[in-house]
């Protein structure tokens, strides 16, 4: 009813136009000259999407909620951009020059409720419920807002589907001076992938898997000169060598689409953005993770990474000339050597050449990184395989990061990243990025961890950089009291606790370096349930093709909220089974 939204639409009205709206509005410009952001501690990457390098100065750039942390490896520093939309973001690539950053987003919703006099949660004749959240929740709106029955929340749903002002934009920053230069406001529920063109005239833009759309932005001239639907959840997008085409992958998705149409657009309609599939033969029921056109003497191939564990290459007509699975010789002793052999050449409308490589093979596959020379795939139990592109030749495996439980305070020799045990189980790698200048590669695992390897020789690696975040939801902060003479050399007014639903209470110290060679904030994690699994974020699995058990940071068991007491001495915790300790 026409009076039902006005109503709606004065009572917000009304809401924003409150005092302390308005004073907090007044204060605004005086607080961000009071208080700048120092340090971000944790990262939002799900995917090689939330992780890019840039290639002439070699930062690494990832998501951190609604910020992007932009960060130098080798002196352990941050910068900051922040979204000042809120909105959290998804994906981001460097430009070639490195002078630019695009970054993608989630989009984020205003529920306005018109609840009736039946509602459960009021006794008015009518009362207005107000809920920002994110698309994906919108269709979860019991667990957000489990007070209302389901004839509302369905209605929440279809307002929301309908609500102004909540369109993910992708937003393009100049780096230097971290501020955004130019929007794109062309998906509806959220943006899974961007990248720029090698020859830096266009920015590619996927959406998510509720929006389907592939823009190609002409971003000095503003101008989106073509586009098209997918049909697949993507997950991965890069362009080839000489941007005259870029590859999506996903669910059974690997697709060519060629950018000859643009170049002849003048006008300032896109046109169709024309693609083609990739000839998959018999790995059509394959879920493509990640995707990396060639370089150099490889420029016409592309390769692609599924997440059952197989390294594919497709040649210059699109046919899948090759595979090869992720086994390698993990022999004692670390050998970096296998056995190749072909088992077999099938000819399946074109000839594939089946490449086996024994013991050990790696349970899921979900990133890839490459340079002229080598190709690096991220792999479940925290390894990383190395590959030639020019034979899919196994090269080595890169030393793990620490274990799942490791008592990072112990950790003070970087020998000890080498030695690993046969009952140790390690986080999986979500995300890698090359840098082809200092020939460093960074890796994100599924516990929150970032390291960033030294890979100039790949038989001799070492560790430039590390840092270790909470793997779910901070629920709760306390900060270390001011004790005279304090209790321990390590705990001062500078150390502060948190606590999370990944089932541990972190002490972190800013300022100083710490002792042990993981982190130069964390001084130690306390695990309060033995379950290893709480320790890796799932909601990674969102990019494979595994259904996992539904598990959120919001359902798992964890620390709900601590406190320390005022001497020092004790600290106090409690937990979503209401168990204190």
Request: with cysteine; net charge positive.
């Amino acid at each position: 009813m026409p009076g039902d939204g006005f109503t709606i639409t004065s009572r917000i009205r009304n809401l924003l136009r409150s005092p302390s709206i308005k004073n907090k509005k007044k204060r605004k410009e005086s607080l961000t000259s009071k208080v700048t952001l120092e340090k971000v501690l944790g990262i939002t990457a799900v995917g090689n999407s939330g992780l890019t390098c840039d290639p002439r100065s070699g930062l690494v750039a990832y998501p951190a909620g609604c910020v992007v942390v932009l960060l130098n490896p080798k002196k352990d520093r941050q910068h900051h951009i922040i979204n000042t939309s809120r909105k959290a973001v998804t994906a981001l690539s460097f430009s070639p020059d490195g002078k630019h950053l695009v970054t993608g987003e989630a989009s984020m919703l205003l529920l306005l409720l018109r609840l009736g006099p039946t509602c459960p949660v009021t006794d008015a004749s009518s009362a207005l419920c107000v809920g920002v959240t994110t698309w994906a929740s919108a269709q979860r709106a019991t667990l957000i807002l489990p007070c209302l029955p389901k004839p509302i929340t369905d209605f929440a749903a279809q307002v929301a589907e309908h609500a102004s002002g909540h369109l993910p934009a992708v937003r393009l920053w100049d780096v230097a001076e971290r501020r955004q230069v130019a929007e794109l406001q062309r998906h509806k529920y959220g943006v899974s992938c961007v990248a720029f063109s090698p020859n830096n005239k266009y920015i590619v833009s996927v959406g998510n898997q509720h929006d389907m759309m592939v823009n190609v932005w002409a971003w000095k001239k503003d101008v989106v000169v073509a586009a098209n639907k997918v049909s697949s959840k993507v997950t991965g997008v890069s362009f080839s060598e000489d941007s005259s085409y870029f590859v999506t992958v996903g669910n059974r998705h690997v697709k060519f689409w060629y950018l000859d149409n643009c170049k002849a657009n003048k006008t300032t309609t896109p046109v169709p953005l024309l693609g083609r599939s990739g000839l998959l033969g018999e790995l059509r029921n394959n879920f493509f993770s990640d995707v990396a056109c060639g370089r150099g003497s490889k420029s016409d191939s592309t390769f692609c990474i599924t997440s059952s564990g197989l390294l594919c290459e497709f040649n210059s007509n699109r046919m899948l000339d090759k595979w090869v699975d992720l086994r390698v010789s993990d022999t004692s002793g670390g050998s970096f050597g296998t056995t190749i052999r072909v088992l077999s050449v099938v000819s399946v409308r074109f000839v594939s050449l089946i490449v086996s490589q024994f013991l050990h093979r790696t349970g899921a596959a979900q990133s890839l990184s490459l340079s002229e020379d080598t190709i690096f795939c991220g792999c479940a139990d925290g390894k990383v395989r190395a590959f030639r592109p020019a034979d899919l030749h196994f090269v080595c495996t890169l030393p793990r990061p620490h274990p799942l439980g490791a008592d990072v305070s112990a950790v003070t020799e970087a020998s000890a990243l080498f030695h690993t045990k046969t009952e140790d189980r390690y986080p999986d790698v979500i995300a890698v990025t090359y840098d082809p200048v200092s020939r460093w590669l960074s890796c994100v695992y599924s516990d929150h961890s970032l390291y960033v390897w030294d890979v100039r020789e790949v038989h001799r690696v070492g560790k430039v950089n590390s840092a270790l975040f909470h793997a779910a939801s901070v629920w709760d902060l306390e900060v270390f009291p001011d004790v005279p003479g304090g209790l321990a050399a390590d705990l001062s007014s500078n150390s502060f606790f948190t606590c999370s639903a990944d089932g541990t209470i972190r002490i972190w110290r800013m300022g100083d370096s710490t002792q042990n060679i993981l982190s130069n904030d964390l001084l130690k994690i306390m695990y309060i349930d033995g379950n290893a699994g709480t320790l890796q974020d799932p909601e990674w699995n969102a990019n494979t093709d595994k259904s996992g058990d539904g598990q959120t940071a919001e359902t798992r068991a964890g620390v709900r909220t601590i406190c320390v007491s005022p001497d020092g001495k004790h600290l106090a915790s409690g937990d979503r089974s209401g168990m204190l300790r």
